[in-house]
T-cell receptor, first 115, second 114 residues
Framework: AQSVAQPEDQVNVAEGNPLTVKCTYS??????LFWYVQYPNRGLQFLLK??????LVKGSYGFEAEFNKSQTSFHLKKPSALVSDSALYFC?????????????FGTGTRLLVSP | NAGVTQTPKFQVLKTGQSMTLQCAQD?????MSWYRQDPGMGLRLIHY???????DQGEVPNGYNVSRSTTEDFPLRLLSAAPSQTSVYFC?????????????FGEGSWLTVV
């Protein structure tokens, strides 16, 4: 069965500094990997995904993520953090051999960007 | 384009009451699903549908019922609410033509069972 681990409950970074939110996964086949962001009292917004191809994936709002098959990781990155990036971030994985709606989520990482 | 629309946004129920969370999407997506979000547990799949008339159970289906009579609508019914069903509920949709089948979420329904 697939699983996702987000080892940090919270990440603190100063505005203008680079940020990394970590994610590792476990899946039997080649994974489909996703990052979502959730602002307070809002739904999840899709940021980016890795399906196949280039290991560096670029997404919305200047975020990118690097797929590393040997380390089974899919860390979310941004070169220069903004205060408005403060939110809850979820990594998710889907085994392409399972149902289309069966995303497995990590427990989330709260990102706090200080001015 | 409204996307995925959920109602109500907030609801308080008494133990034993029943209710229906409504979900509609206007993107003509084949696939729809319901997730619940609990602190420290991420999101977990309750039920999903791959098309009108077809539904299946997810990871945590007990106490919930779904039906899919149209492509657009996918209501979630709580049969007899329990405090353990206090959670945030998200409806989602996707379609097969999207590479990787990206799932798009509604704004959520905050449910408290007292």
């Amino acid at each position: 069965a697939q699983s996702v681990a987000q080892p940090e409950d919270q990440v603190n970074v100063a505005e203008g500094n680079p940020l990394t939110v970590k994610c590792t996964y476990s899946v039997s086949g080649n994974p489909y990997l996703f990052w979502y962001v959730q602002y307070p009292n809002r739904g999840l917004q899709f940021l980016l995904k890795y399906i196949t191809g280039d290991n560096l994936v670029k997404g919305s709002y200047g975020f990118e993520a690097e797929f590393n098959k040997s380390q089974t990781s899919f860390h979310l990155k941004k070169p220069s953090a903004l205060v408005s990036d403060s939110a809850l971030y979820f990594c998710a994985v889907r085994d392409p051999n399972t149902g289309f709606q069966k995303l497995v989520f990590g427990t989330g990482t709260r990102l706090l960007v200080s001015p | 384009n409204a996307g995925v629309t959920q109602t109500p946004k907030f609801q308080v129920l008494k133990t034993g009451q029943s209710m229906t969370l409504q979900c509609a999407q206007d993107m003509n997506h084949e696939y729809m699903s319901w997730y619940r979000q609990d602190p420290g547990m991420g999101l977990r799949l309750i039920h999903y549908s791959v098309g009108a008339g077809i539904t299946d159970q997810g990871e945590v289906p007990n106490g919930y019922n779904v039906s899919r009579s149209t492509t657009e609508d996918f209501p979630l019914r709580l049969l007899s609410a329990a405090p353990s069903q206090t959670s945030v509920y998200f409806c989602a949709s996707s379609y097969s033509g999207d590479s990787g089948n990206t799932i798009y979420f509604g704004e959520g329904s905050w449910l408290t069972v007292v």
